[in-house]
């Protein structure tokens, strides 16, 4: 964190009481002080002129290793005994948080063991790799995270090492809290904080640091829509399993918030403000498209969620949280797909075309807008091979155009049912 400022921190108390235990978050600034990059707070033009306000991007993607989570990885492992260290350390992950721990091993000199699903894309593994070189052993078991993680901790115990969470520990939020001493070095007067949420070790850092020393700042965690785990703890009252969860949003699609980092956003987060994942997507592609930056789902979260307070903020200070940018790029058209869906530009029918001549080139001349194009064509072959209805998924320029395609489809009785992403059916076609 070099040129980090620490010792400008010149306030009454640098320790946040959570009831149980205590955030040291000095001490945790000097122990990354050589070791992170002091990512920069960046002035985002488009942003601030769209929204009427000042925003202020915290470009965690130009982290060493990508993302903020190195942060919380090496606090909490050189916190830990000469003896804990030389019995190495264990963690399970298939993204950010395996690269902030292969990277930490590597700079402590510390065997670390990675485990990763079976199905982790060979990018993430190779980039993990990397940052840890000789010092990381991965190891690729179970189908889920949930099952990789059950494999880590048992392994722990057979062999005595330290396990080294990705979020539910204090030393792991202190660390992330590092983000918020930067933040306000950089910028001292903020109105508004955007943070993405998954297990909470982000949000329950950067929010306790600025709840101690920037109490006027109104703090918004975010959180993607189909993995609700803090914004159901909260209303619950304490940490609760989700039955199922969307997990495109990856760096924050946890099934239970945690245990430590729960107390704490309870008493820090202002709000807990969930945003649908496609509206994440269109986030990543405004970035990309007008300010070149790549983020991944996570990174976007805090950006996607500026709309729905659009009226609040005007004329404000604001800081989004930008956490990372590990975006694989063979996500990019299922990106590009569920924006469309969600920004009500692109729409599925199965359509049962009148088996006569000319009823396909009737369905293009006459149902389909001038500006409507589509984009996927696939007739279904019944099991006695006739033919059966057509899948059809047509790209609208604007969304105001939908009536009026459903309004045509009916004129010319044209025999189609809708795919809606809720249907069981819509999983399976498209």
């Known amino acids: 964190m070099e040129n980090s400022g620490v010792d400008m921190i010149n306030q009454p108390t640098a320790v946040f009481d959570t009831g149980s235990s205590q955030l040291d978050f000095v001490t945790a600034a000097h122990r990354l002080k050589k070791v992170v990059t002091r990512t920069p707070l960046v002035f985002n033009q488009n942003l601030s002129k769209k929204f009427d306000c000042n925003i202020f991007l915290k470009r965690e993607d130009l982290q060493i290793v990508r993302s903020y989570k190195l942060r919380g990885a090496y606090n909490m492992m050189s916190s830990l005994t000469e003896t804990q260290l030389k019995q190495g350390v264990v963690c399970a992950s298939a993204g950010n948080h395996a690269q902030g721990f292969a990277y930490s091993c590597k700079k402590l000199q510390v065997k670390g063991v990675v485990f990763m699903p079976v199905i982790t894309p060979n990018q993430k593994v190779s980039q993990t790799k990397m940052f840890g070189e000789e010092w990381i052993e991965v190891k690729l078991t179970g189908d889920t995270f949930d099952d990789c993680s059950v494999a880590a901790k048992k392994y722990t115990q057979a062999n005595n090492m330290t396990f080294i969470p990705p979020f539910d520990d204090v030393k792991i939020i202190e660390g992330q809290s590092t983000v918020g001493i930067e933040i306000l070095e950089d910028q001292p007067q903020i109105d508004y904080l955007f943070l993405p949420v998954g297990g909470g070790g982000l949000s329950a850092g950067v929010g306790a640091y600025f709840k101690t020393f920037s109490p006027q700042t109104k703090i918004i965690g975010v959180e993607p829509e189909g993995a609700p785990a803090m914004f159901e703890a909260i209303r619950n009252g304490s940490p609760v399993t989700l039955e199922s969860i969307d997990s495109f949003v990856d760096g924050a699609a946890v099934k239970r918030a945690g245990d430590v980092t729960f107390p704490i956003c309870k008493d820090v987060l202002d709000l807990v403000h969930l945003v649908a994942e496609g509206k994440v997507c269109s986030a990543i592609l405004q970035l990309y498209g007008q300010d070149a930056i790549v983020a991944e789902p996570a990174g976007a979260l805090s950006i996607a969620a500026l709309d729905d307070f659009a009226t609040e903020i005007k004329g404000k200070n604001v800081v989004c949280v930008l956490s990372g940018g590990n975006n694989d790029i063979d996500r990019m058209q299922e990106i590009k797909e569920r924006s469309l869906q969600y920004e009500g530009l692109k729409h599925y029918f199965l359509i049962r075309f009148a088996q006569r001549p000319g009823a396909l080139k009737e369905f ?67």
């Open 364 to 430: 293009v001349n006459h149902v389909l807008g001038e500006n409507d194009d589509i984009t996927r064509f696939e007739y279904m072959q019944k099991h006695n091979k006739e033919t059966g209805p057509a899948l059809v998924g047509i790209e609208l320029q604007s969304k105001d155009d939908y009536q009026l395609l459903l309004q045509n489809l009916k004129k010319y009785q044209i025999n189609f049912t809708e795919l809606s992403k809720n249907d069981n059916v819509f999983g399976y076609l498209v």
